[in-house]
């Protein structure tokens, strides 16, 4: 699959409380999740991004607490995919099992800068920056990992 969207760059040890602050862990449903994601970082992010832009974090990104709701706040707000220098292992589960892609590549998270155009080839594993002209590697996802982020998660996997 490919992802393309506009880069919106966090630091290190973005945590799932930044993500998604627990006072709204009471929702469920993505789309109303999603009209608080980041706001501890950006009171405005919401606002700001569309439909397939990308999140780019630093080391650690979605570390702190075990909660679904941080990548489905994330998805709910439409974006396409997470990039970020490394991933907290319990994050990065829930992020496939959502069917949320997340792609890790210190170099690529070192040289995006703001509202980069990025492209995304997860089948060839490569971050493309193209305000920059750059290519980066990431791990491509194993076929299973793929289908699985393709059904739109675990669940819908299984089901299907």
């Not at 397939?52 to 909660?67: A, E, L, P, W, Y």
Request: charged share 30%; with cysteine; aromatic share 8%.
């Amino acid at each position: 699959m490919r992802y393309k969207g506009r880069a919106h760059k966090f630091g290190n040890d973005i945590n799932t409380d930044d993500i998604i602050p627990a006072k709204y862990l009471n929702i469920k449903e993505p789309r109303e999740l999603a009209k608080h994601c980041l706001e501890h970082a950006d009171k405005n992010f919401a606002k700001k991004v569309k439909k397939g832009d990308m999140i780019v974090g630093g080391k650690n990104f979605g570390c702190g607490s075990s909660r679904e709701h941080a990548p489905l706040a994330i998805k709910g707000l439409g974006i396409s995919c997470v990039i970020a220098e490394s991933f907290a292992r319990i994050f990065a589960r829930n992020a496939i099992n959502i069917g949320l892609p997340i792609f890790d590549s210190k170099e690529a998270v070192e040289s995006i800068k703001q509202n980069d155009a990025l492209e995304v080839d997860s089948a060839k594993g490569i971050i493309r920056n193209i305000s920059k002209k750059k290519e980066y590697k990431t791990e491509a996802y194993p076929p299973f990992l793929a289908k699985i982020i393709k059904k739109g998660g675990l669940i819908n996997y299984v089901k299907r």
